[in-house]
C-alpha cells in the first residue's frame, strides 16, 4: 500500500490529534505530499500540502491550528491538529499531490483510506 494513515479518532473541541501516514519508498520520494479531508455530503476540500524542500501551505480554515510535516528517515507525514472545531470532522486522507511547473497544486493522484476524524462538545 503506497500510502497508510493512522491517529485518528474521536476528541471534544479544542483537543488535539496528530495523523500519520506511512508511504512506501516511491510515493515519499514524491515532491508533493499533503493531506485533504472529506466530510459526506461535503467536497473534497485540500488540507495542506508540503513540498520537497520544506515549503507548507495551508488552507485558510486550518491555518494556525495544523501543522505539516514530514520525517525522511521514518518516511511518515504528518498532520498536528490543535484547537480542532466540530467543523474539522471528516475522514482524512494522505495523498501524492500533481507538480505544476514547480509548485504543487491541490489536485491528487494518489490517496490512502483514510483516517477518520470526529470533533464533538
Known amino acids: 500500500v503506497p500510502l497508510a494513515e493512522s491517529g485518528g479518532g474521536s476528541v471534544q473541541a479544542g483537543g488535539s490529534l496528530r495523523l500519520s501516514c506511512a508511504a512506501s519508498?516511491?510515493?515519499?520520494?514524491?515532491?508533493?505530499l499533503g493531506w485533504f479531508r472529506q466530510a459526506p455530503g461535503n467536497e473534497r476540500e485540500g488540507v495542506a500540502f508540503?513540498?520537497?524542500?520544506?515549503?507548507?501551505n495551508y488552507a485558510d480554515s486550518v491555518k494556525g491550528r495544523f501543522t505539516i510535516s514530514k520525517d525522511n528517515a521514518k518516511k511518515t507525514l504528518y498532520l498536528q491538529m490543535n484547537s480542532l472545531k466540530i467543523e474539522d470532522t471528516a475522514k482524512y486522507y494522505c495523498?501524492?499531490?500533481?507538480?505544476?511547473?514547480?509548485?504543487?497544486?491541490?489536485?491528487?493522484?494518489?490517496w490512502g483510506q483514510g483516517t477518520q476524524v470526529t470533533v464533538s462538545t
Open positions: 495523498a501524492k499531490l500533481a507538480v505544476v511547473g514547480s509548485s504543487c497544486t491541490y489536485e491528487y493522484t494518489n
Open positions: 508540503i513540498d520537497g524542500d520544506g515549503y507548507t
Open positions: 519508498e516511491n510515493t515519499y520520494s514524491s515532491y508533493c
